[in-house]
């Protein structure tokens, strides 16, 4: 019973060997340039577990460290300009705090004085 199962797995085990050795060959051998086709293959994946060998994953790797480099670019730049815009209304609140404060100080304090009123 036990070798009975033991050869029905070799077997298994023989026949996918086969199979995915001869789908492999069918697929070189289809293939003019095997490198050229590869780098396109590399280029439409999108989802790192889609990638098979280490170079498609190193490709698609710096493939999305570029995307993300450029979106980081993009906000960086942004957050400068709304930082800019934020420092130029500040500066001018700043100086019509200083204008207003100027014209406190131009403007003429008449001194009151006290009327009294007597009886006579």
């Not at 420092?87 to 204008?99: F, M, T, W």
């Amino acid at each position: 019973e036990y070798a009975n199962k033991l050869s029905k797995i070799k077997s298994r085990t023989k026949l996918s060997r086969r199979s995915t050795e001869s789908s492999t060959s069918l697929d070189s051998s289809s293939k003019l340039d095997p490198s050229l086709s590869r780098v396109e293959d590399d280029e439409d994946i999108n989802d790192i577990s889609e990638a098979k060998t280490p170079k498609a994953k190193s490709h698609l790797l710096q493939k999305k460290l570029a995307e993300n480099r450029k979106i980081f670019e993009q906000r960086n730049k942004e957050i400068s300009e709304s930082n800019r815009a934020v420092e130029e209304k500040v500066e001018a609140i700043r100086q019509q705090i200083n204008e207003t404060e100027l014209q406190k100080e131009h403007i003429s304090i008449v001194p009151i004085t006290p009327i009294s009123i007597m009886p006579q």
